[in-house]
């Protein structure tokens, strides 16, 4: 599966511009499943009949990147970001191009560090005038942080483990799955990072009778972390809450049940800051019952994310028996 | 002159019925089947048997103030109704309510100021409206709380091809989407003014879930700041430079096959175009974008300088090529464009 | 049961936003009293339906007022057994100090979020709020005890008794904003004396404080012709701008502005002159901080309004309303309801 996560994180694909990861997810998937269908946002729902109720899952193919707003005539780009990234992320990282051009974050003169904002950075692509730029990027590109895949054997660490290890662990866990307790919708979506936007149009579309989002969530596992229950190693999460929804109880309490009827680890997942697809499905029409799986994640929104393989394994033994087990609310 | 009438208009997010009537005595002719609905968006139906079904929206409320009490000499404090920076309230003149009393947003002569207060930003709460009543009473024979303000600002025509007025966000929009209503074409069109986008963008969405639209495009006016003293990177548009076509804000992302269809129309037929350079602000297309199962959405905008304020600046020019570039898309799907 | 001992009941009753089963259930049973019939939704709105008289289409109304309250949530258990905790919904830290809550584990605990005593506090420190994360709760347990019966999760609601004090005045926690669903039981006690066409869908909504959530979802399920929301505004108090509040014993607040429908708005305005109900004016311009924000926009869209009742202290456990306001609040919206026809619901499309 390492080889699956490599390829996934490694590929190019800024909020906007899924276009690549959804063409891998499609190879990917499309053995395993009956159907496969891309709506108006660009959403990839693939749809493996079992019967019985309909269950939608979502993991957001998007990461978050920068767009270009404006090239100068000595060559240089300016840029905003796409999605939530901190310009302190940026110093001196490189970025990449969805024609493989790749760029450097350089900065302006500062008085303080902390007066760092967006509109003081700009990206050299090395070329000397606008006209030379032209020839490789235009005003609207968008560009992801450029960040080699590290396998340090029990952990993993990359550009993008939010959210292409939940991409991984949907795949793996629709290759592994064998007896189908639902009609399952497994949605990979777009333009999570902006606003949930392409969960909240797919639920719409195919309204399921329950959802489940799988994501990355933080730890607080780290030197004087924030406080947060949830550590590297200990299993994937039962998610409580986030800012964008409180998990339908029912939905969480069948979670667990299937976890420890399984004996598969998990933690329970408090998170103060941050929003998942889970919170777009379940304010769909008159309501979804929703709940959300995590995998714990290190350095979330830099190009070092870090997850653990352990917890990756678990997380797609547990959405294969959440996929096979039936949920009576 | 039609965008002279509505650029003059009264209607501030929530009380918008006077561009609702210019905007349908405009189109009387040319429109036989008008949808209403609960916010008060005024959608015109040009119904077709076949093709895609698609919606042209431009929103008609603009940013105003909306009085909140008046004390008891008789001056009138005020809520702002949209995003305004304090800064541009001072000593301006102002009409309030349908009846349009005229007041004025005064503040402290300079004679009577300490040279620091010079410096200092009067907030809106510091503000008052003076229309000339001595006591609370005789105020309120004239005016009532949650009456709407508007700048009293004339239309007028200056510079090189060149407009100044208030409200061109959107009612330039709004011109230019009449003038496309009064044409006809093979498709559904279901052009939608809609209301109090300025206010958290609220009109859209419900005319969308109505409309049930196959592809939407947002005519708007937005931000240009390409004056003197601001950096090059940070002018977001530049006056005259052609309807500026919006790749990502914080509302929606611009479908991609829409964009290149703009752009190549453009170059094919010699209209200036430029692409909105700053990703912050949102319009209605975020509302419209993620309206049901999800609607492709591209916004085209006329750049207006001092955007929110008093009085706005604009060229007639980016107004006749943002008309031309959209009719041309509008023709394009005729002929098979489809995203 | 009067509308009094309802709203006792109900605010000293836990509900936090997303775990509001236990005052959700109470609600339905009393609901029951009044309403042809009770049901729960997918978010645990509790939707209580009283039918119209009349055998043509009938209009149908929605009220809603929410029974969430904000509260806290067990982020981790430390080795001592203290409780870290985060906020559900907005909750200003500093009402947290010295304050006796009950942490709603497998059982209700007692505990306490201490302060340090003023003898131990350096004098630089005594002039500063406490950020909620340098806060815990004590619950006098050790903690291998503390893990068998409290889960990261659980949720936590101040230690709060309703009281009365005087001039018809009221306290306790969360009357922001079980007083709306008391104005919704007192309105469906008045209509038991009227005739009303319309039907009507009494909820009683979930996760408002944290983003209007069970609103949105309710809405979209009953689509009805006119949404009316109930909810707390800020009561008159030293240190606020008058504008900026409502008196406390003067009747309801009334809203106007983009949330609003402008018809819907006149016709409540028009029956409280009619009916001698005293209300203040509440000019806003854009959104009203309340469910009917979301409910205005759902689907194609819904004629709302907003009643709002004073009350002081908001988000605070001690929140106070005037016993007045609310049955003057009930009976406005009883007469509302009764004057609403096929006809005046055609009307609200017209611009």
Known sequence: MKELIKRLVEAYGPTGSEESVRSLIMEEVKPYVDEMQVDALGNLIAIKRGGGKKLMLASHMDEIGVMVTHIDDKGFLRFYSVGGLSPFTLIGNRCYFANGTVGVFGMERLDAIKDLAMNKMFIDIGADSREEALEKVNIGDTAAIRREFCDLGKRLVSKAMDNRIACAVQIEALKQVQNLAFDVYAVFTTQEEVGLRGARVAAFGITPDIGIAVDVTATGDTPKSATMDVTLGKGPTVKVRDSSLLCTPAVRRHMEQVAKANDIPYQLEVLQAGGTDGGAIQMTKSGIPTGVMSIPCRYIHTASEMVDYDDVEQGVRFLVKLMETDYLG | MLLKKLSEAFGPSGCEQEVRTILREELKDHISEWQRDALGNLIACKPAAAGPRVMVAAHMDE??????????????????????????????????????VPGVIGAKAIHLQRPEERTQVIPHRSLFIDIGAKSKEEALEKVKIGDYVIFATQYGELGASMAKGKAFDDRAGCAILAELLKEDYSFPLYGAFTVQEEVGLRGAGVAAYAIEPDLAIVLEGTTCNDVSGIEEHEYSTVIGGGPAITFMDTSAVGNKAMIRELV??????????????????????????????????????I?????????????????????????????SIEGGFRV | ??????????????GVSGSECRVADFISRVYGEVCDEVRSDVLGNVIGFKQGAGDTKR??????????????????IDDKGFLKFTQVGGVDQRT????EVVVHGREDLIGIIGLKPPHLMAPEDRGKAIPMRDLQIDLGLPAEKVRELVSVGDVVTVNRSFMELGSDIVACKAMDDRAAVAVIYECLQELKK?????????????????????????????????????????????GVPEEDTAPMGKGPSIAFGANIHPKVFEQLTKLAKEYNIPYTLDPTPAGTGTDLWAMQVVRAGIPTALLSIPSRYMHTSVETVSMTDVKLSGRLLAYFIASIDAAFVEGLLCY
């Open chain 2, 264 to 301: 190549r129309l453009a170059e094919a037929n010699g209209i200036p175009y430029q692409f909105k350079g700053t990703v912050t602000g949102g319009n209605d297309a975020g509302r419209i974008n993620i309206s049901r199962a999800g609607v492709p959405v591209v916004a085209v905008s």
């Open chain 2, 63 to 100: 940013v105003g103030l909306m009085i909140s009490s008046v004390d008891s000499a008789g001056l009138l404090h005020f809520h702002k109704v949209g995003g305004i920076d304090d800064r541009v309230l001072v000593s301006k003149p102002v009409l309030i309510g349908k009846g349009r």
């Open chain 3, 59 to 76: 209009p149908t109304i929605m009220l809603a007022g929410h029974m969430d309250e904000i509260g806290l949530m067990i982020t981790k």
């Open chain 2, 303 to 331: 750049p207006c300088r001092y955007i929110h304020s008093p009085v706005s600046l604009l060229s007639l020019a980016d107004v006749e090529h943002s008309k031309a570039l959209v009719k041309l898309f509008l023709r």
């Open chain 3, 1 to 14: 049961m009067q509308t009094k001992e309802f709203l006792k009941q109900m605010v000293e009753a836990t």
């Open chain 3, 96 to 99: 947290l100090v010295a304050q």
């Open chain 3, 194 to 238: 009227l005739h009303h066409t319309a039907d009507i869908y009494a909820v009683a909504t979930t996760q408002e404080e944290v983003g209007l959530r069970g609103a949105t979802v309710s809405t979209y399920g009953i689509n009805p012709d006119i949404g009316i929301a109930l909810d707390v505004c800020h009561g008159a108090m030293p």
